[in-house]
């Protein structure tokens, strides 16, 4: 069989198979070069075009993961090197990258993306011809779908290398990568997101949104590419630099989905999260070795900042109802009648931005000493705008377990947050009064979220061995306070169980006090008190079958005495009569935790060193009776 009569699906079946066809190399070679040919455009040659590059890129990819016999390896290697060699393919998928078709322009992108990924894999280089047309495309700034294929296609290969795929030395191979195409990801950025730089008929709407989507990807991997392995440049710095370019996508003309996107973005900078969910785990950040990311990330809080005084938080759009893929079809699960993404990344971008601000050294010029209490103000009345707190006698700190409610990470991130707001508000005003009107009450925040879990220590527990989230500092940082602010706890306790009167006054048909989330209209997805139905990352029930962690529960004595089992039924009918109070159900809460811990600890089957948290967990006891 001569090449022009190749069956080219018959390849694909038995490249699938692991096995080769039985024309030489060169011809098969010669036979895929020929469907790049300059032809009048038809739907069949344009379907032939995309069933060629898809082969290319299948035959690349099992070169890659190496999943071919030795036989057919040697086979579709030489016939990639006639490709790219004398055959100049590189080319033909650079000048497709123009074509009117984007499912041809999309296609040679990712073929393309392949290519390079095997060859950094192979011999550590990249090609500079893709590079030189990358930089050629970001330098014209027009949103199109050769830029598309572009962005994407770069993302691809910068999310290979933190991937690991292509090997070590990511840190070099980044680096040079990035070196000819900083200017140009720069200028990209300046003309793309200012909208007074291009004219009127270069920014058609849904051909920008998509663009401007597929920059935010390439965006994130810089970011993780510096947080990971300290590769800064100067296209990697002008995100933070001049930040005030992504806040002000809220107001362009652009889809839901964009101004979404670029809220995720900020917030995953200011939170260092870029890339968490597709790159290497085995690559530790490594940004002591990027000494401008502190600086960089300070310039970005200070700008937002600035935009919320001037009223940024009003231009945020929130659908009334959640919408999924950035399609327009708004559904509502179960009661949730808000874009709750938005609505997060919105909280968290303020909070952590003032974070950042309070942590910072002075800096000459700037503004040391910011007003905590007006910022969140703002952030309690953009809530309520979108209908957070619908009840109006819901106490106003319950916006952290409405917001947060469906995302456990963002949650713990928020409620640690707020505790290094609170204290740094109080240090300002040498008082904690009114620290509820404004949302920020860390001992509130803990009640509400252990309420929210109804008192389930078993629930934390798993947070607390989970990486999940940021729980375990979270519950360092808050029990530290609470060994500090015996009465406030217990004023917090207080104005909790009165707003639960005040709510059953006003609703006579509430007989009992329901959980925040009841209240505010939000159902946990997989919080359970009985703890049956939840799938538990330990088996804690047979721990209690360990006499040797008995011996390590504060005060009981080595032996399993008469008097320990005294004080042990004394407990538990201290706890029953706690439980009647809300103070009292936080504290057995706490009590079952470290009893928890303990017993996992001395059987070894907790995940580290639990001695500090512990140490905390024993110092709240003669608390709790005091207070008692």
């Not at 036979?31 to 790049?36: A, E, G, H, L, T």
């Not at 290398?161 to 030395?169: A, I």
């Not at 319950?398 to 917001?403: A, E, G, L, Y």
């Amino acid at each position: 069989m001569d090449a022009s009569g190749l069956d080219l699906q018959a390849v694909f079946g038995l490249l699938r198979a692991g096995s080769a066809p039985s024309v030489s190399s060169e011809e098969l070679a010669r036979r895929v070069s020929s469907c790049f040919m300059s032809q009048a455009p038809s739907v069949t040659h344009t379907d032939l075009m995309c069933l060629c590059l898809t082969l290319t890129e299948s035959i690349i990819s099992r070169l890659t993961a190496q999943s071919l016999p030795q036989d057919a390896t040697k086979y579709y290697e030489d016939v990639m090197r006639r490709l790219f060699g004398e055959m100049h393919l590189m080319g033909k998928l650079v000048s497709l990258l123009r074509s009117g078709d984007k499912l041809v322009s999309h296609l040679s992108g990712k073929c393309m993306s392949v290519y390079i990924i095997n060859d950094i894999r192979i011999s550590g280089g990249s090609s500079w011809m893709w590079r030189h047309a990358c930089a050629e495309v970001f330098e014209k700034s027009v949103s199109s779908g050769e830029l598309d294929s572009c962005l994407w296609s770069l993302t691809a290969v910068i999310k290979a290398v933190l991937r690991g795929d292509t090997g070590p030395n990511q840190r070099d191979v980044l680096t040079k990568l990035l070196s000819g195409l900083d200017s140009s990801i720069a200028c990209l950025y300046t003309h793309l997101l200012t909208p007074d730089t291009q004219e009127p008929h270069k920014r058609e709407p849904l051909s920008l949104s998509r663009s401007m989507c597929e920059f935010f990807d390439l965006l994130e991997v810089l970011s993780a590419a510096r947080l990971r392995y300290g590769v800064c440049s100067s296209a990697q710095r002008i995100m933070f630099v001049e930040s005030r370019a992504l806040l002000h996508v809220v107001r362009a003309d652009v889809e839901y989905l964009v101004k979404k996107r670029a809220l995720l973005l900020l917030k995953r900078s200011l939170l260092r999260r870029a890339g968490e969910d597709w790159a290497s785990a085995e690559a530790q950040c490594e940004s002591r070795e990027d000494p401008d990311l502190t600086e960089d990330t300070l310039i970005m809080a200070d700008k937002v900042l600035q935009e919320v005084t001037a009223g940024w938080l009003k231009e945020v759009p929130v659908k009334a109802k959640a919408s999924f893929f950035g399609g327009n079809c708004e559904v509502s699960l179960g009661r949730t009648q808000k874009d709750d993404v938005i609505l997060r990344a919105v909280s968290l971008i303020l909070l952590k931005s003032l974070e950042i601000h309070i942590q910072s050294p002075p800096r000459k010029g700037s503004q040391r000493d910011i007003d905590v209490c007006g910022y969140l103000t703002e952030l309690m009345s953009f809530l309520q705008r979108h209908g957070t707190l619908v009840s109006p006698d819901a106490h106003s700190c319950s916006w952290v377990s409405v917001v947060f409610a469906e995302q456990d990470d963002d949650m713990m991130e928020s409620a640690k947050t707020l505790i290094g707001l609170y204290l740094y508000q109080k240090s300002l005003s040498c008082s904690d009064s009114g620290v509820c009107v404004w949302g920020c009450n860390p001992h509130c925040h803990f009640i509400l979220l252990l309420r929210s879990l109804s008192f389930d220590h078993s629930v934390l527990l798993d947070f607390l061995i989970s990486s999940e989230t940021c729980f375990l500092e979270y519950c360092v940082r808050y029990l530290k306070l609470l060994r500090e602010e015996q009465t406030a706890f217990s004023s917090s306790c207080r104005h909790i169980e009165d707003c639960d009167c005040a709510g059953r006054r006003t609703d006579p048909a509430i007989q009992a006090p329901p959980a925040v989330s009841e209240m505010l209209d939000v159902v946990p997805c997989t919080r359970s008190s009985a703890g049956n139905d939840v799938q538990r990352l330990v088996d804690y029930g047979s721990s209690d079958e360990s006499e040797e962690a008995e011996e390590c529960v504060p005060g009981r004595n080595s032996g399993n005495t008469e008097a320990d089992s005294g004080r042990t039924q004394s407990g538990m009918v201290q706890t029953e009569h706690e439980s009647d109070s809300l103070l009292g159900k936080v504290f057995a809460c706490l009590v079952d935790l470290r009893t928890a811990v303990t017993r996992l600890h001395n059987r070894g089957l907790f995940p580290y060193n639990p001695k500090s948290l512990l140490k905390l967990l024993n110092s709240i006891e003669p608390h709790r009776n005091m207070l008692s």
